[in-house]
DNA sequence: TAGATTGTTAATCGATTAACAATC
DNA sequence: TAGATTGTTAATCGATTAACAATC
């Protein structure tokens, strides 16, 4: 770790650069070249190289950098290899979904429960993973606090959600409410997917050609 | 309209304003300053003013900006007045999820259709959207082209379904495959939900507290 | 060794913030 | 009118790109 402050849009294109090493390791590849890999990219030589060298030294002159080591190092930066747990809150169809095809492990995520409070959903296993009810959230967390939770409620309950599971130790929320929401707790962190702010870029873009 | 060149960035901003406008109109604010909606949001008044001033003059001196007004300026920046047609390419759970969760509606754009291979689901209504036959595809495009195609489909068709979507006349796409998908066509516009991109910046954050 | 490519420093470019005259 | 707040110009800050010595 060389730098002191590593600016957002750096941490933003890591997970970029993963996956492309990912799809290059998995095609065979073993080595590249900052050049190659920016034009694949569409992004220059340099700045990946200064993205890069926020974290340490990777590459090596003359050669470029080895696709499986650098994916591994890109990884670890990210936390890849935490084993961090993580679990849902709000099996509606968009929880069920991401239980379904959403690769945890892939990402270094162990989902390890699911909470609703539907009668018809509690009890039932969805993808090897048990839907619990709501209620039991609290004992749950105190036998074993998760590091994320997924946001997966009705906007409605967004906030009390948040400030339930805040109270309890989680510290990461995965949102997907729609909603913004936030806490006190200065170690909190949220990620928020915002499908509506997506789709809105693309409609200013689609309005104007 | 003012500026020739709007940036990625202030873009990018747009529809959290929308979304802070539509709140606070539906909270009954009649008038709000770029001092506290910018204090609202976490950000400087400046950059809101600045951002705004890219489009035209919203407000008024002494006075702020009529939200209601405001709302409809930049809903109109980004298109959500022009009645953009949509359909869903691939109806497993993510796509089942936005037919039955997200409000396309809301954000200017009429859903049209749905497309899938299974005949479980053929024929049937989602929301009260009919699931097509995938076969039916071109020649529902060709009776009237969708401004998007949401593509929820398995990756290894991701790449092959934009090529032929693209030949039949669709410019807009709106991508969950977790595939970067492209296009040779210049006018073609695309945006991508990358879950585990987003995922892979809170693991970033939350491996070092 | 010669060629290739890194990591890093310097130069450029763009985005954010501050300041303020204009004006409601 | 006086106070508030805009739109815009200027100043600052940060991020991207270019250049190049170091070196595999």
Known sequence: MKKQHISEAVIRRLPRYYRYLDDL???GVIRISSN????KMGITASQIRQDLSCFGEFGQQGY???????????????GIDKKHTIIIVGVG????ALMQNFHFAQNGFSLEA?????PALIGSEINGVLVRDLEELDAYCRA??????????PQSVAQQ?????VDLGVRGFWNFTNREVTSEHPDVRFESVHFADSLLTLSYHISRQ
């Open 93 to 96: 169809n968009l929880g069920h």
């Open 64 to 78: 470029g950098y080895n696709v499986k080591e650098l994916r591994g190092e890109i990884g670890r930066i990210l």
């Open 25 to 27: 390791h998995n095609k």
């Open 36 to 39: 190659s890999l920016g034009s």
């Open 114 to 118: 699911a909470f609703d409070v539907s």
């Open 144 to 153: 074993s606090i998760p590091d994320v939770a997924v946001l997966t409620v």
């Open 161 to 165: 959600t948040v400030d339930r599971l």
